[in-house]
């Protein structure tokens, strides 16, 4: 391991990104990078089922699609900025995203902003 990284696993809400994670995770970002293709986003709208074997996804990663479980998303290695592109897509805003990825709700994550009327 990257002595850079000693310790990492130690701070909360952080999740390493190796060279590991990226090869796991390279369907799933490809599948979500896809959605830059309006016909992508269509399929994936009205059969997911359909967009996700189109993609060979694992079980896992339909469960995680599905349920839009932002957190586990995230330690699973999907791009940020894939992410978003299935939050436009789901229509989640970035804060409620992002609120997942802590594991609250956007009514407590926004409690921890300092940006009055943000959704």
Known sequence: MNPQLKG???????YLFDLATSAKALRLNRF???FTVAANRTLFKDDP???FD?????AEERRMLRELDWAALMRYGASF???????????????E?????????????LKTRNVPGAR
Request: glycine letters at 16%; a negative charge.
């Open 49 to 51: 089922e359909g967009a």
């Open 32 to 34: 979500l990078h896809g």
């Open 81 to 95: 900025f894939c992410l978003e592109k299935l939050g436009r897509v789901k229509g989640v805003s970035n804060p």
């Open 8 to 14: 990492v696993e130690n701070l909360e809400g952080t």
């Open 54 to 58: 189109k993609a060979r996804l694992s």
């Open 97 to 109: 995203m992002v609120a997942g990825f802590r594991g609250e709700s956007l009514e407590e994550f």
